[in-house]
């Protein structure tokens, strides 16, 4: 069986009373996308804070006690400040704390003998009623002495902090913080600090069944965009530029009321010319559109790359060598896919699926990365599009239950365009779930065709 965290009877509410308010909407994982996909129902403000309390808590619940017993972790300590909340603390706040509080320091803690996870707040405001508030300052003025009480009452054999040097997600304690923290705590704990590198990576990149019914939808509505971004609504041939449709991309967000976790970017590839062509270059008939687009919604981050072809007049479909280009960068993604295994290291994924690859003929350069709360998530590396090497980000293994950017490009000569080189990158969020890789809302198997209207 394959090893990841196990969820079902384990799942419990926290004591957190909700709203009663409209549902997400909520599909099923498929294999290939939708055509021209109709945008799915956007949440208000308080519909969305309903559901991220509700998958928080859950989160709280299912992932902490397991990932805690499985690093042999008796006391987590997290720290965060105001307009400064490390990765992890910013995904542990509930929705009506958008940000830390003066100090926020958060205590997870093992009583052991299958206790529950006691969750602490050592702060002046409380967390939502997901975290106990366990600080008097009327009593103990002092934040770090409070703290350090806290510890040496529980007497942990290992105490884990985010100091991480490879990995930005687990490396959120500052150095004065720590300071702090060290001074105040008694000489013989000190022995027992230790990294929580992999607990905070093992929380950030671990998906619970509730996030998984959700990110079809959101995905859904990345694609949506992307199809609207990709028509004649958007792009008229020979007038609009590419960066006119990028910040229509911007201004589209706006109306939904989402939030893009990057600029978006749009690219042209044109018979005759070398690389891609940006910025106010005009779309023409003839052109191959490329797109890298993503969202944040619900805390769960899309990260999509499609192509378009726009057809010259008279054309009902783009020329066979880009449809075949495609087709390459869709087998390099089922070589990659086949190489996912709980255990396996980033690195080793890639070392595996470009040897299949370049044995099958293709020209492949593969830069997958793990998403979910983050666009470029917590988790191994799978390639870098400047490495194509082992590298250290991608040293560590791959576990089930994650969610992944499948991004990756292929390269091929396209006789119609006089043997030119082009590049097919393609990119899309997919659940590995221990076993096997499932594209979210599907993949883009065909180019999307815009008229130009001639």
Do not use: C
């Not at 004649?232 to 530029?241: C, D, F, W, Y």
């Not at 967000?253 to 044109?270: E, M």
């Not at 960068?329 to 994924?349: E, K, P």
């Amino acid at each position: 069986m394959a090893k990841g965290i196990s969820f079902g009877a384990t799942l419990l509410m926290a004591s957190v009373t909700l709203p009663a308010v409209a549902a997400p909407s909520l599909m099923t994982m498929r294999e290939t996308e939708v055509s021209a996909p109709a945008l799915p129902t956007i949440l208000t403000a308080r519909e969305r804070a309903a559901v991220e309390n509700r998958i928080l808590a859950q989160r709280l619940d299912a992932i902490v006690p397991t990932i805690m017993r499985e690093q042999g972790i008796d006391l987590w300590l997290l720290v965060a400040r105001e307009y400064f909340e490390e990765p992890v603390v910013a995904s542990m706040l509930d929705a009506e704390n958008m940000h830390a509080r003066r100090r926020t320091i958060l205590i997870f803690h093992d009583p052991g003998d299958g206790k529950p996870i006691e969750r602490l707040t050592v702060s002046r405001y409380g967390l939502g009623g997901l975290f106990v508030p366990a600080w008097d300052p009327s009593k103990q003025p002092d934040q770090w002495q409070s703290v350090a009480d806290i510890i040496a009452a529980r007497d942990p054999a290992k105490i884990a902090i985010n100091t991480s040097d490879l990995y930005q997600f687990a490396d959120g304690l500052t150095l004065s913080q720590y300071n702090k923290f060290v001074a105040a705590l008694p000489i013989p704990l000190r022995q027992r600090i230790v990294s929580g590198e992999t607990l905070a990576i093992r929380w950030l990149e671990t998906r619970i069944p509730a996030e998984m019914e959700l990110y079809p939808a959101i995905v859904r509505t990345a694609h949506a965009v992307i199809g609207e971004a990709f028509s004649r609504a958007v792009i008229t041939p020979g007038v609009t530029t590419a960066e006119q449709v990028q910040w229509w991309y911007r201004e589209r967000l706006l109306q939904l009321g989402l939030d893009p976790w990057f600029h978006p970017s749009v690219a042209i590839q044109r018979q005759g010319t070398k690389g891609m062509l940006e910025g106010a270059e005009v779309i023409q008939p003839g052109d191959l559109l490329w797109t890298d687009f993503g969202i944040t919604y619900l805390r769960l981050n899309t990260d999509t790359q499609h192509l378009a072809y726009v057809l010259k007049p008279g054309e009902t479909n783009a020329p066979a060598g880009l449809r075949r280009g495609l087709a390459n960068s869709n087998r390099v993604q089922d070589i990659l896919s086949r190489h996912f295994a709980v255990g396996r290291s980033g690195n080793t994924v890639l070392a595996l699926a470009r040897a299949e690859a370049l044995a099958a003929g293709l020209d492949p350069s593969i830069y997958t990365h793990p998403i979910g709360l983050h666009g470029h998530g917590a988790g191994p590396s799978i390639g870098f599009w400047d490495n194509q090497n082992a590298d250290p980000r991608g040293s560590g293994i791959v576990n089930a239950n994650t969610a992944w950017s499948i991004e990756l490009t292929s390269y091929a000569d396209v006789a119609e365009w006089g043997g030119q080189r082009v590049d097919f990158r393609a990119e899309e969020n997919a659940f590995f779930d221990g076993t096997s890789v499932r594209y979210i809302d599907g993949r883009q198997t065909e180019i999307t065709l815009i008229p130009s209207g001639g």
